[in-house]
């Protein structure tokens, strides 16, 4: 019921940007800290930014400085700014939320299903 849906992944050359958007719809009451996660082939899926819902951030170190997290609450947004790309960087990038759906309910997190990022070198 809650879905939530990247976009903005691509191809780009080393040192170029991209940004990534996600947003959250269905049955949200409430949501709470949103974070960006990614996945190169045949490596574990690992943290990239998180942003909780006042706007305080964290990021991997192999980004901080490159990449910028935010988010638009009205629209249940949150974004990626990436900037000066490394080939490093290519992998799948997943959106995730945590989703209060009702007054008297419990978090949950949801994920969404990923955007291919290529950085060519």
């Known amino acids: 019921q809650v879905q939530l849906v990247e976009s903005g992944g691509g191809l780009v050359q080393a040192g170029g940007s991209l940004r990534l958007s996600c947003a959250a719809s269905?049955?949200?009451?409430?949501?709470?800290?949103m974070g960006w996660y990614r996945q190169a082939p045949g490596k574990q899926r690992e943290l990239v930014a998180v942003?909780?819902?006042?706007?305080?951030?964290n990021y991997a170190g192999s980004v901080k400085g490159r990449f910028t997290v935010s988010r638009e609450n009205p629209k249940n947004t949150v974004y990626l700014q990436m900037n000066s790309l490394k080939p490093e960087d290519t992998a799948v990038y997943y959106c995730?939320?945590?989703?209060?759906?009702?007054?008297?309910?419990?978090?949950?997190?949801?994920w969404g299903q990923g955007t291919q990022v290529t950085v060519s070198s």
């Open positions: 995730n939320a945590y989703v209060q759906e009702g007054r008297w309910t419990m978090t949950k997190l949801h």
């Open positions: 942003i909780s819902s006042g706007g305080s951030t």
């Open positions: 269905g049955s949200i009451f409430r949501l709470d800290a």
